[in-house]
């Protein structure tokens, strides 16, 4: 299968800093990439789609301005926490998409994020 | 998007056949239904998807009823390696990436 790269695995940083969190696809390009959190015990949930050269798709009750993202190449999009607090400690993780196959979507080992 | 419903958990041994039911009786006639699964502590993987006849690959099988409001992800011969939370899934089949809404999945235990 495809090969998404997923940096840091794990970054622990203090409250009020910013953490960017990188997002590659190895041997593919990617036109759409995702990005979800997940909290302990808890099922995925998307945050945003990001879409190489253009701006990117939030969900519902996600913050754009805490949660930059940006798809500069098709085979690289970050996605940085802004002014992180606790309440942002969490594992993100993110996909991305092959256009060869119908929709499906290769995941970064996640990024565990803890805010102090 | 149609929702999937599926057991919480569910427990096999190790080297038997398991089989991972799931509910989509709200499919649309072109969505796909994909199946991923998630180790702990890692990012989810794909694990097989179809649309209308039964599918196999070197991971599993898939085998979706004649109505498509349901499907079975079969495991032929469970490994420690296979525990996981499976998440079912059904997914627009139309161009363009489509985004997935991950349910609550199975919790899958092997035992040894």
């Known amino acids: 299968g495809a090969v998404v790269s997923q940096h840091p695995s794990r970054v622990i940083c203090k409250s009020g800093t910013s953490v960017k969190i990188e997002c590659r696809s190895l041997d593919f390009q990617a036109t759409t990439m995702f990005w979800y959190r997940q909290f302990p015990k808890k099922s995925l949930m998307l945050m945003a789609t990001?879409?190489?050269?253009?701006?990117?798709?939030?969900e519902q009750g996600v913050e754009k301005d805490k949660f930059l993202i940006n798809h500069a190449s098709l085979t690289l999009s970050t996605l940085t926490v802004t002014s992180a607090h606790p309440e942002d400690s969490s594992f993100y993780i993110c996909?991305?998409?092959?256009?060869?196959?119908?929709?499906?979507?290769?995941f970064g080992a996640g990024t565990r994020l803890s805010v102090l | 998007d149609a929702k999937t419903t599926q057991p919480n958990s569910m427990e096999s041994n190790e080297e038997e056949p398991v089989h991972l039911p799931c509910n989509h009786s709200t499919i649309s006639g072109t969505d796909y239904i994909h199946w991923y699964r998630q180790l702990p502590s890692q990012g989810p993987e794909y694990v097989i998807h179809?649309?209308?006849s039964n599918v196999n690959n070197r991971m599993a099988s898939l085998a979706i009823a004649e109505d498509r409001k349901s499907s079975t992800l079969i495991l032929h011969r469970a490994t420690l390696r296979d525990a996981a939370v499976y998440y079912c899934i059904n997914s627009p089949g139309i161009q363009g990436a489509q985004k997935l809404v991950f349910g609550q999945g199975t919790r899958l235990t092997i035992n040894p």
């Open positions: 990001s879409n190489e050269g253009s701006k990117a798709t939030y």
């Open positions: 996909s991305a998409v092959n256009r060869g196959p119908k929709n499906i979507q290769y």
């Open positions: 179809g649309l209308t």
